[in-house]
């Protein structure tokens, strides 16, 4: 398997250098990285921004359980 993706890598890299040229190719390279970075930040903010929105809702059901138990407690004297 490992053959195989070595394989892929090379001919994706050898068709780009044809493509692009090898002046530009490592520009390419750079502003590639510069958008697998940008997306990786994005997805990793979303997670966070997902993770509190989740811990806030499991904090908040905490909170009012007791009060809701309290209050059948209360109407059922």
Known sequence: MKFIL??????LASIAIIVVGPKDFPFMLKKIGSWIGSAKRYVRDVQGQVSDLTNETLNTEIEDKPKS?????????
Do not use: I
Request: net charge negative; hydrophobic share 15%.
């Open 6 to 11: 070595k394989y892929f890598e090379e001919l």
């Open 69 to 77: 138990e309290n209050q059948e407690k209360k109407k059922d004297e």
